[in-house]
């Protein structure tokens, strides 16, 4: 979230890489602080998110106003989430939920997390993604 750029990252004019969520860490769930704890929970429920987690999966969008990536990231996931039975599409703006934004250790937007029906993080990818790597991220958490 560069604020010289008007919100929108250079990072985000590239086509993401979906990653696995071996080094994803979540600080400041479950813990009873804020403070990072070496081994904090991993998943997130709706009322970390603010929503509710669909019966199969999640896509998570981190969004800042001036982005515009992230309308089209936000028209992307809403598409598939139409499409795909039991997957629901959550977008959160990242300047109003600064500690969930620093817990997932979000630092540009878009920033898409795909959740299992457990709310476990699963993949995550920052930029734009396509249709078709949303659909195969998401082969992971189903």
Do not use: Y
Not at 27 to 37: F, K, N
Not at 88 to 107: F, M, N, Q
């Amino acid at each position: 979230m560069d604020k010289r750029t008007g919100g929108t990252p250079e990072a985000c004019s590239r086509v993401p890489r979906w990653r696995r969520n071996e080094d994803t860490r979540v600080h400041g769930q479950g813990d009873g602080g804020s403070s990072p704890d070496p081994s904090p929970a991993s998943r997130l429920d709706a009322a970390g998110l603010g929503a509710e987690l669909g019966e199969r999966a999640t896509l998570v969008q981190f969004s800042s106003a001036f982005c515009a990536p992230c309308r089209a990231t936000r028209r992307v996931l809403g598409e598939v989430a139409r499409m795909v039975p039991g997957v629901a599409h959550v977008e959160i703006d990242a300047e109003a939920r600064l500690e969930l934004v620093r817990a997932l250790g979000v630092l540009k937007t878009p920033t898409v997390l795909v959740l299992d029906a457990g709310g476990r993080v699963v993949r995550r990818a920052v930029g734009q993604p396509r249709k078709a790597d949303v659909i195969a991220a998401l082969g992971e958490a189903v």
